[in-house]
Structure formats: C-alpha cells, structure tokens
C-alpha cells in the first residue's frame, strides 16, 4: 500500500526560490531530503504562472492503510504555517 501527503501552501509574500530554500532546510534538519530516504520520497511542486503556491509531497512505500499524517508531514506543515495558509492532506493508493 502507497500512502501520499500532499502540504500546499499558498504565501501572500515570500518568493519561490526563498519557499523552496526553507523547505528544503527543514527537510535537511529532521534528517530526511528531497528525493527518495528508506520508503520516503519527497517532491517540491510550484505553481506554473503563481510564483506563491507550492506543493509537497510525501510518498510512503509500503505505508499502512490508515496510517495517518507522518511526522515529517506534521512537522513540515507546522513550520510553513508563518509563511502563509496551509493545506496538509493525506491520501491512500486506490487499488
């Protein structure tokens, strides 16, 4: 089973590159990077035309069905909050 966070954040302020630095320097201090980590994986999506809007996503391999948000999702979610509206969800592999 595959399990995917989705953490949108649309900033009323801070520009793409700086958006993308921070993510990626809290993914760097809770020990996970962008890319594939054990049965995680992480993606930085932006906006095509809307230089505010970017979008994580957490891909769990192997996850369990109903697991919930992860740790690194919460965490994530929870520091991006200062930088505009925030929208943390999580879905199932639908088989």
Do not use: F
Request: glycine fraction near 14%; proline fraction near 3%; charge should be negative.
């Amino acid at each position: 089973m595959s399990r995917l966070e989705i953490i949108h954040l649309r900033s009323c302020e801070e520009p793409l590159e700086a958006l993308g630095r921070r993510i990626r320097e809290s993914l760097g201090s809770g020990g996970g990077q962008t890319g594939v980590t054990g049965q995680t994986g992480v993606t930085l999506y932006h906006r095509e035309g809307l230089e505010t809007d970017v979008a994580v996503h957490i891909h769990h391999l192997g996850a369990p069905e109903d697991a919930g948000p992860s740790s690194l999702g919460l965490r994530l979610a929870s520091s991006l909050k200062a930088y505009g509206l925030v929208e943390h969800t999580t879905w199932g592999e639908l088989k």
